[in-house]
């Protein structure tokens, strides 16, 4: 009787937990959610990729220079009677700088001319005795030794004549020199000695001033040895044409941003790299017609010429910069996107990258939407600007709707 009832019990609990098994799974097939709808993929832009000529440039740090700077000397010693320019400002060629007391330089002409009117009178004397002795010596009248007499007298008072009037040249470029003038055009620096003070031509105070010619203008730049091997590799492996004579134009950019209107060409390297930088320099002559460029300025010098034949070009927002380099998305022929790795070179504009290697001709490159692109993943290709309109239009990440 006992076992009947155990084996009663055992049926009943087992119906109760199998309604409860029951109840469980139908509670739970109703408490499960639909799965979310699948994300739809991210709208994206793109430029394929077409090998061109674009320029190849390079920029400089540089620094502007007088084409002729000319330190005005005092030749003639004497006292300074007038500054006649104004300092730091442009002045002409043969523009009257300084003054010296003349009348020393005066008196010494004159002291000059003198000494010339006496010899001159003397040759005049001497060749009067010779033309009398001459014939008189031809008919045996006087004797060898007074015609030899006589020529040496007037050679003498011709030597004097010459030497008198050397002495009136040498007073006349005195009392000029006493009148000191520009030699070029330029802008004259600050006087170093003032009026009234003596000025010694044989010192180092004989240095007066100096005027710099502004046009044309010399830039100086500087290029390392880096650069230029890395030219001539390019060069080498033709992936950059020099200009037809190495005849390079030079641009300048002025330290405000402004660009400089004229154009000037490179007139100068120099042959051997400084032990100092290694560096060596390199010159260009830039028009400088209103004298906007000042020696002693830095600017920026951009050297055109040279091309890049067959370059890839994208704009520099489709270039990502990853942990191993440069990065950019590729658009596949299945539609999916694919990160590729790719090496930069030059910037080209102001919004533009060349690709030294990583793609080819045909290559779709992501511009816009590069943010929302998972490699491996599809992607929607719309009009450029349109996936940007559409980033602006889409709810914020972690915002839901009420």
């Given at each position: 009787?006992?076992?009947?009832?155990?084996?009663?019990?055992?049926?009943?609990?087992?119906?109760?937990f199998?309604?409860?098994?029951?109840?469980?799974?139908?509670?739970?097939?109703?408490?499960?959610?639909?799965?979310?709808?699948?994300r739809?993929?991210?709208?994206?832009?793109?430029?394929?990729?077409?090998?061109?000529?674009?320029?190849y440039?390079?920029?400089?740090?540089a620094?502007?220079?007088?084409s002729?700077?000319?330190?005005?000397?005092?030749?003639?010693?004497?006292?300074?009677?007038?500054?006649?320019?104004?300092?730091?400002?442009?002045?002409?060629?043969?523009?009257?700088?300084f003054?010296?007391?003349?009348?020393?330089?005066?008196?010494?002409?004159?002291?000059?001319?003198?000494?010339?009117?006496?010899?001159?009178?003397r040759?005049?004397?001497?060749?009067?005795?010779?033309?009398?002795?001459?014939?008189?010596?031809?008919?045996?009248?006087?004797s060898?030794?007074?015609?030899?007499?006589?020529?040496?007298?007037?050679?003498?008072?011709?030597?004097?004549?010459?030497?008198?009037?050397?002495?009136?040249?040498?007073?006349?470029?005195?009392?000029?020199?006493?009148?000191?003038?520009?030699?070029?055009?330029?802008?004259?620096?600050?006087?170093?000695?003032?009026?009234g003070?003596?000025?010694?031509?044989?010192?180092?105070?004989?240095?007066?001033?100096?005027?710099?010619?502004?046009?044309?203008?010399?830039?100086?730049?500087?290029?390392?040895?880096?650069?230029?091997?890395?030219?001539?590799?390019?060069?080498?492996?033709?992936?950059?044409?020099?200009?037809?004579?190495?005849?390079?134009?030079v641009?300048?950019?002025?330290?405000?941003?402004?660009p400089?209107?004229?154009?000037?060409?490179?007139?100068?390297?120099?042959?051997?790299?400084?032990?100092?930088?290694?560096?060596?320099?390199?010159?260009?002559?830039?028009?400088?017609?209103?004298?906007?460029?000042?020696?002693?300025?830095?600017?920026?010098?951009?050297?055109?010429?040279?091309?890049?034949?067959?370059?890839?070009?994208?704009?520099?927002?489709?270039?990502?910069?990853?942990?191993?380099?440069?990065?950019?998305?590729?658009?596949?022929?299945?539609?999916?996107?694919?990160?590729?790795?790719?090496?930069?070179?030059?910037?080209?504009?102001?919004?533009?990258?060349?690709?030294?290697?990583?793609?080819?001709?045909?290559?779709?490159?992501?511009?816009?939407g590069?943010?929302?692109?998972?490699?491996g993943?599809?992607?929607?290709?719309?009009?450029?600007g349109?996936?940007?309109e559409?980033?602006?239009?889409?709810?914020?990440?972690?915002?839901?709707?009420?």
């Amino acid at each position: 009787m006992a076992t009947h009832l155990n084996v009663h019990c055992m049926v009943e609990r087992a119906v109760v937990f199998s309604a409860v098994a029951a109840l469980a799974v139908g509670l739970a097939a109703c408490s499960k959610e639909p799965p979310p709808p699948q994300r739809p993929p991210p709208l994206v832009s793109v430029v394929t990729v077409t090998p061109q000529t674009v320029p190849y440039t390079a920029t400089f740090v540089a620094q502007t220079e007088s084409s002729r700077q000319v330190d005005i000397l005092a030749r003639v010693s004497g006292f300074l009677d007038r500054i006649a320019y104004r300092e730091g400002e442009v002045v002409k060629q043969g523009q009257v700088l300084f003054e010296l007391d003349p009348k020393p330089f005066q008196a010494q002409l004159d002291g000059a001319r003198g000494e010339l009117q006496a010899q001159q009178a003397r040759f005049t004397t001497a060749r009067a005795t010779l033309d009398r002795v001459k014939p008189l010596a031809a008919q045996n009248a006087l004797s060898q030794s007074d015609l030899d007499r006589a020529q040496g007298e007037f050679d003498s008072a011709a030597a004097a004549v010459y030497a008198a009037q050397a002495k009136v040249k040498e007073a006349e470029l005195n009392l000029g020199y006493a009148t000191i003038r520009s030699p070029v055009n330029g802008v004259a620096s600050r006087a170093t000695v003032r009026e009234g003070a003596y000025v010694n031509s044989l010192s180092p105070e004989a240095k007066l001033t100096y005027v710099a010619a502004l046009d044309p203008i010399w830039v100086n730049f500087s290029v390392s040895q880096n650069q230029v091997t890395r030219n001539r590799e390019l060069i080498g492996k033709g992936l950059v044409i020099p200009p037809k004579d190495e005849a390079y134009d030079v641009e300048l950019t002025l330290p405000d941003g402004t660009p400089y209107p004229q154009k000037g060409r490179i007139s100068f390297a120099d042959p051997s790299f400084s032990q100092d930088t290694g560096t060596f320099l390199v010159r260009a002559v830039i028009p400088n017609p209103k004298h906007d460029l000042r020696p002693g300025m830095f600017v920026t010098a951009t050297v055109h010429g040279a091309v890049r034949p067959n370059a890839i070009v994208v704009p520099q927002l489709a270039v990502q910069q990853g942990s191993n380099g440069h990065l950019v998305y590729v658009v596949k022929d299945d539609g999916t996107a694919e990160l590729r790795p790719v090496i930069v070179g030059d910037y080209y504009g102001a919004k533009e990258i060349v690709i030294v290697s990583g793609l080819h001709a045909g290559d779709r490159v992501v511009v816009d939407g590069v943010l929302r692109v998972v490699p491996g993943h599809p992607v929607k290709i719309v009009e450029p600007g349109a996936a940007a309109e559409a980033a602006k239009g889409a709810p914020k990440a972690g915002s839901a709707k009420k």
